[in-house]
């Protein structure tokens, strides 16, 4: 079965520590992305990275950090800098048709992380 | 900027009873539409993506409409397992990367 695993479900953050959200997809996808969703707020792109060893920042970069050194994984740091972290955190995927072709965004279950 | 607004916010049906949801969009150069549904405390799962304007698609109850300004979501006799958030999310082109920008959703609740 192939798709997108985030883990963990729930993270628990101290505060001054950095964390790290794992993102699998077994769809062979070259672009995979990071969003996080608020309530009363559309997803917001953190980070999106269109093939491996390259990515770039999104919306609201600032007190995040990603690796892409595999096609299949896309981790995300949340950092001690980023004041607010309490969110729904979503790893996506897509082919990575630069014509726009097939830019449908699959996404993963999510990781909802909470500060102590 | 692009924009996408979503209503309404919220929705709550009988079992049975059909309506619509709008997604409205100011974007340049559109390259794709996309509806979601979203359980809660879940990821979004992909239920459409519409490309040009008179496109339209189908999944059981749901039917996806997309015009130059708008898309709707017609649920046709929704029953209480159709309850869960909508997104509606466009993807244009922008410095290099197929931006997609997303709405804040839909609440659908049916009630049997």
């Known amino acids: 079965d192939g798709g997108i695993t985030q883990s963990p479900k729930y993270l628990f953050r101290k505060e001054g520590q950095n964390v790290t959200l794992s993102c699998e997809q077994n769809l062979n996808h070259d672009a995979m992305y990071w969003y996080r969703q608020d309530p009363g707020q559309g997803l917001r792109l953190i980070y999106y990275s269109q093939i491996v060893n390259d990515f770039q920042k999104g919306d609201i970069a600032e007190g995040y950090s990603v690796s892409r050194e595999k096609k299949e994984s896309f981790p995300l740091t949340v950092t001690s800098a980023q004041k607010n972290p309490t969110a729904f955190y979503l790893c996506a995927s897509s082919e990575g048709d630069p014509t726009g072709g097939k830019e449908t965004q699959y996404f993963g279950p999510g990781t909802r992380l909470l500060v102590l | 900027e692009d924009q996408v607004t979503q209503s309404p916010e919220a929705l709550r049906l009988q079992e049975g009873e059909s309506s619509s949801l709008n997604c409205s969009y100011t974007?340049?150069?559109?390259?794709?539409l996309f509806w979601y549904r979203q359980d809660p405390g879940k990821g979004p799962e992909f239920l459409f993506t519409l490309y040009s304007a008179g496109e339209e698609k189908e999944k059981e109850r749901l039917k996806a409409t997309l015009t130059k300004k708008e898309s709707f979501l017609h649920i046709t006799a929704p029953k209480p397992e159709d309850s869960a958030t909508y997104l509606c999310?466009?993807?244009?082109?922008?410095?290099?990367?197929?931006?997609?920008?997303f709405g804040i959703g839909t609440k659908l609740q049916v009630i049997p």
């Open positions: 974007v340049s150069g559109l390259r794709g």
């Open positions: 999310a466009v993807q244009a082109y922008s410095g290099g990367y197929q931006k997609v920008t």
